[in-house]
Structures are given as structure tokens and as C-alpha cells.
């Protein structure tokens, strides 16, 4: 399963917002399994969302956008997927009801710019956001699963966590993710690397990567991950300890020569 | 000046990692009136470091990439750089130089995978790297500017200061970047959407955003934005506050209906 994360508003691409949500969206499809490639941050035009969106649809099974989906003039995520889908833009009734409901709670009336807040592609369905008033937006396109979340993190991890991570767990056979680490000092980056393109060149499938910690009593402090998706928690276990087995045994041999 | 951030790396797509990279280049990249228009999170992939630095080619003026030019096998982006602009995979001697005599404070030896860090596109210019090993890398490519700097913070930022932002200043005319705010209580932004609706339809070229930053005393507050480019810096400021006056008075209206 390969996903895309397409982040949508100007105020990150010009850096007065550092942009957290495609990092926690990330860590939680990580979880699931779900391999992300590619994390996009896109401004606030119509003509882009469009292009990116088709992008996104010839080449993920998942797509996740954030931002975009409240009132304002510039909130036009929910009207360009209608577009890059070929679908009518339509009012919603049941996130129409959603809209008036949250309204409700919070003492405010129905205008034409929150009754834009219910209007999805005619093929979608509404995730409920109980901590905004927008709602999230799920659709299908050809097998690929669409999910539009709101910018507001709260709101994002809110739905999230309440819709998209049900669907997700529904629809897909788990996979498993375990990452694996052994933290070594005094060696450098440029030291290990020769050892650890012998382990990615023996066991291509499985991602090792060096983490330079910063230097501890003079030398240099480095963690190496080692990291893995499959079908089977036991046989990842193994796989992992495997590797960090004969790293460790590589590694003394070195120190050895 | 359009400009595209290229963020490179598996273990932000991951998660693992927060990318602050590109928030720091894009805040860098506004205050020089260089606007971003697209930031991509890609993995350590050469095929897709490739497509991707093309792709960046038929839209950008510039091009700023970070990440992956380290020494270990995952480290790629240098190779793949000169890949997507056909240009020859070389030692160049500046580059070398800097790597020795960085090595040598460090009281390391040379070797392959260090010898590889002074690798760069034939066409190529080092930049470099007082806080790390690997020089930055600049290379022209049909008028467009491309650097790739180091992933790791304050390596990209020292090289960054001292030398991408010169010779940015040094080949473009400077633009400027200028942003009004007025901050408002008890109206929500579905209130405001009106009001700000009419603002970007009369002053197309500039960039109006509200911003709620929760609520105090049971009312929301709300920042209103306005921001925009331009050749002179006079202009900008009189017309962010002709703009920021019209808001007001607009706010002041609607309070008396």
C-alpha cells in the first residue's frame, strides 16, 4: 500500500506555519503499514490542487490532504477533489446536518459560507469533526481511498483517529512495521557506511539507516536503525534481530582489523 | 522568482523525523521576495530524486534540496542530481580540498565514501561546509539555479547564510516582502469570510488570511493577514495599510447591521 500526504495553504509555503500534520499523518500510516511516498505542500490555488490531486491518484492507493476545507475564500480543497475526480460539487445532507449541528452547539447561524463546509464531491461521504465545524471528506476513486482533512491539527487528528484509521484498519490486511537499534560510539558515519552497504546490499528489503547522535566524551555518538514492513510481527522480530546480530558482529571485526 | 524546496529522506516519511528544513528556507526564501511555491518530501530513491529534479526544472527558478550527501549508501543526491541534468558524476578538486582539510581537523582519514562527499555534478561549484564534511553544491542548469545543501540543520543553515542567500542577493533583484495584521474579537472566520471575499476580489494580487487562534473570554480572536510582494518598499507599506483600513472599516459596517 502506498500513500500520499498533500498539504494545502500558503501560510506554509511561505514559512509562517510549520507544518506538523503530514509528520503525525506519516508516523500513524507508518504504523499501519502503510508505506508514505511522497509528502507535498501545495498553496492555495485551484489549478495546482487539481494537477497534484490527479498526480497523487496514478501513483498512491491512499491520499491524504490536510487543509483547506474551512469557510474562507481560500478553502477550495473540497471543490478542486470534486474537479480532479470528475464529480458534481454538491451540498451534502448528511454533512449538511453535521454543519447545522456543530453550528448549534456553538450559538452561530447558517450562512452561505458555512453551508460551503457541507459541500464534498457527489460520491463522498462526511467524516464528523467534533472539535471544528467542517467536516472531513471520504471518497473512492477507482480502488484508490481519498481522505480530506482539515488543517487545524486538532481537528485533523481528531478525524483521523475517529474515521480514517477505522477505514484504513477495515479495508487493508494489516501489515506490521518494526524498527530495530543499536546505539555505537566512537565510530563515524563515513566508518560505518561500509558495513552497512554490505547489510542493505544482502537484505535489500529491509531499510538501515545511521542517526548521528552528536559527539559524547570526544567521539561521536551514532544510533543505526534498522527497519522493516511485513505480514508477520514473529518473522519481522527475527528478521531485525538477524541483522542487528550481524551488524554488531561486522562491527566488532572492524574494530579488530 | 518561483522557487521549489526538495526535502530528501526516508526517515521523515517515515515520521521519524520532523522536516524543520523547509520551513526555515521557506521564511528565508519570502523575506527575499522568492516565492515557494511547492515544498516535496521524497525517499532515498534514485529514480525518483531524478523525475523530481526534472520535474522541478520545468517549473522553478530555483532550486533548494536538502538531505543526502552524506557518506553512507543512501546518500544520493548528488549522483542523482547530475543524472537529471546529464551532466558527468565527478571528483571536483575544490570540493576534495574542502573534504581534506575538514577530515583533517577532525583527525579522520580519506576514504572511498568520503572521497564520495567531494563528488558533484561536472558543471558544479562547492560550497563550503564549515560545520559538517560534505559541501553544499551549486549548479546552473538552463538559468535556473539549483543548490543541494546537507539534511542535517545546522549544516544546511550555515551553508545557506553563507553562501546560497549571497548569491541569491547577488543575481536577483531584490523584491520585498511585507505583512500587515489586525487582530480581531468576536467574529468567526465564517463571519469574516464575507468581508475578506470582497477584499481578494478587489486586490487580487495580495495574500489575505485569517488565522484563529482560539478563544478568550468566550469570544474568538482572529489574525487577519495581509501580505504582499513588490518592487519597493514604500509601495508595499501604503498598500497593506490602504487594504488593513478598508478591512476595518468594512468590520466596522457589519457590526452596525
Redesign the interface.
Known amino acids: 500500500m502506498k500513500s500520499w500526504i498533500i498539504v494545502i495553504g500558503?501560510?506554509?509555503?511561505?514559512?509562517?506555519v510549520?507544518?506538523?500534520n503530514?509528520?503525525?499523518?506519516?508516523?500513524?500510516?507508518?504504523e499501519l503499514g502503510i508505506?508514505?511516498?511522497?509528502?507535498?505542500?501545495?498553496?492555495d490555488e485551484e489549478e495546482t490542487i487539481v494537477d497534484v490531486l490527479k498526480e497523487a491518484c496514478r501513483h498512491a492507493d491512499i491520499i491524504i490532504s490536510t487543509g483547506g476545507l474551512?469557510?474562507?475564500?481560500?478553502d477550495i480543497t473540497s471543490e478542486a477533489l470534486a474537479k480532479a475526480l470528475n464529480q458534481k460539487w454538491v451540498v451534502n445532507k448528511e454533512a449538511l446536518n453535521m454543519v447545522k449541528q456543530r453550528l448549534k452547539r456553538?450559538n452561530?447561524e447558517l450562512?452561505e459560507?458555512?453551508i460551503k463546509m457541507a459541500k464534498m464531491p457527489e460520491k463522498a461521504k462526511p467524516l464528523e469533526n467534533k472539535v471544528g465545524?467542517a467536516p472531513g471528506i471520504y471518497v473512492e476513486y477507482n480502488n484508490i481511498k481519498i481522505f480530506a482533512l482539515p488543517g487545524?491539527p486538532s481537528e485533523m487528528k481528531h478525524i483521523y483517529l475517529n474515521h480514517v484509521e477505522k477505514i484504513l484498519k477495515r479495508i487493508f490486511k494489516r501489515k506490521y512495521?518494526r524498527e530495530d537499534k543499536i546505539r555505537v560510539k566512537g565510530y563515524?558515519?563515513?566508518t560505518?557506511?561500509?558495513i552497512?552497504?554490505k547489510i542493505?546490499t544482502k537484505y535489500p528489503d529491509v531499510?538501515v539507516?545511521?542517526?548521528?547522535l552528536g559527539v559524547v566524551d570526544g567521539k561521536p555518538v551514532i544510533d543505526i536503525?534498522v527497519?522493516s514492513y511485513g505480514n508477520d510481527e514473529g518473522t519481522l522480530k527475527n528478521k531485525n534481530i538477524t541483522i542487528i546480530n550481524e551488524i554488531r558482529k561486522r562491527l566488532d571485526e572492524s574494530k579488530k582489523t
Do not use: F, M, Q
Open positions: 500558503n501560510e506554509i509555503l511561505i514559512g509562517r510549520l507544518d506538523t503530514s509528520n503525525w499523518i506519516a508516523k500513524k500510516l507508518t508505506k508514505v511516498e511522497r509528502i507535498l505542500v501545495i498553496p474551512g469557510p474562507t475564500y481560500d456553538l452561530l450562512n459560507y458555512r465545524v487545524v512495521y563515524t558515519e563515513s560505518l557506511a561500509p552497512l552497504n542493505v531499510y539507516k545511521s542517526h548521528p536503525v527497519a
